[in-house]
């Protein structure tokens, strides 16, 4: 057998190649196995307390009790699948609801009520356990323009209120403060908020931050205002003795600046790169970007077509970074114009009608943002919490089996690569298959029982990454060698 190239000259071209393959790899390592929250509540920074999640809470469980007191109701107004075969008569709903609470999950499987059976109850555990995930200390939007000295004063009596809820564990998994953006009129402002906010908690809590704590940098639009965060992140970890790279941050995707720049460049890598590592996600800002567009107010929604464009230009511009991508907030409140006690059935039903309608619009918004690869969105009253969960667990249910499939093949295949020692170069698309279970199990959408039709083991899912699933196997197929060999 004959060759034209020389064995030298091969390795020469591959070492070289090989450099630029490492390189993208780095660049782009693809999705990142770490959780991420399905949403994040903003509230003004004067009104947080250390019990403010656990508050959202109640308040979230009340407002789907009151307005759709069984599976039954809330699938027809949400018109979940299967909700058409569902009963009309209070008996026939409390008889099919004690009839499923008896069968195992399989059985259920085989009802048509089972998605809407496991949607409402998902989402009443949800509430009861972790209805707030993600949540952001505000002093931008949520907080305004107010007095130095008043701010100040906030700052130091949020930090007071996070380090209680530290102590008490009443506070979200994931938990940040958003400041007010780099912009020549606010940078004074931004950056002395984070200071007093970051020394007088760490002053309180013994130099410890809660875990996933963030920092949210709003309305970016140059690399400069991210470089200028990462500098004063190292002045604070070095004053407070913190680890250095322990401040991470997030951005915000709120001007058309930041979709295409004065070049006509999509900027976003540039501006992530600029975090020098410590920007973790990206945020789009529905309302100031589609003002930034030139949308009248009366059309700002989360479903206008220059929010789909911004949304697709970010993902193309990060895709396979790693970075956490979010989506926005409805302004649609699921709230009754009625308050009180004693109100008439006419004013009760118009506070169903008015809840019901809210939550169609923020239902079909959180299923567009998850169809459209946008696993995270905000949340801006209790009252919303219910239907971002429902959305989520009817996403993660009703894509259930196809995604079992899709990553049992995708195992299977790398099973075989393995068996037959060829290289397996696709960890990358195996990680996001896995995501989507992960993700699922992460909000309770399914269990890691659920998660195991995959033909993974307990203990590969809770690696939580593909790549050392494909590690391991091959580790122990070389040991099954070895002993069949010996």
Known sequence: MKLSINNTEKEQLLNTLGLANRKFQQTY????PDRQPVHTVYGGANLFKSDTCQKMGDIALRSLQTYAPNFVELANVLKLQGYEHLPHLEKDIKALTEKLGDQTEEERKKEAAWLSYSVYNKVVKKLQTEAVE????????????????????TAVQAARELAAGMKNGTISPFIGIRIKPFTEDLKHRGIRTLDIFLTNLLEETGGKLPENFVVMLPKVT?????????????????ENNLKPGTLKMETMVEATQIIMDDEGRN????????????????????YDYTASAGITAKYQTMAHPVCDFAHHMTKVALGGTGIFLSDGATNIMP?????????????????RESVHNAWQIGFGHTMHSLI??????WDLNPAQLPMRYAATYNFFLSSYEDAVFRLKTFVARAAISTLTKDVFDDAATGQGLLNFFLKAMNCGAISEEEALATGLTLEEIRSRSFFRILENRRKGVSSKEQMVAS
């Open 29 to 32: 390592p693809g999705d990142r």
């Open 134 to 153: 993600d949540f952001r200390i505000d002093f931008e939007d949520g907080f305004g323009n107010r007095p130095d000295d008043e701010e100040d004063a």
């Open 222 to 238: 140059i690399p400069e205002q991210m470089t200028a965060m990462v500098r004063f992140f190292e002045i604070l970890e070095r």
């Open 267 to 286: 900027p976003l890598m540039r501006i992530i790169k600029a975090s020098e590592g410590r920007c973790i996600a990206a945020h789009f800002g529905t």
């Open 335 to 351: 709230i009754g114009p009625h308050r009180g006690e004693n109100l008439s059935f006419e004013q009760e039903k118009e506070n």
């Open 372 to 377: 459209n690869g946008l696993y995270q969105g």
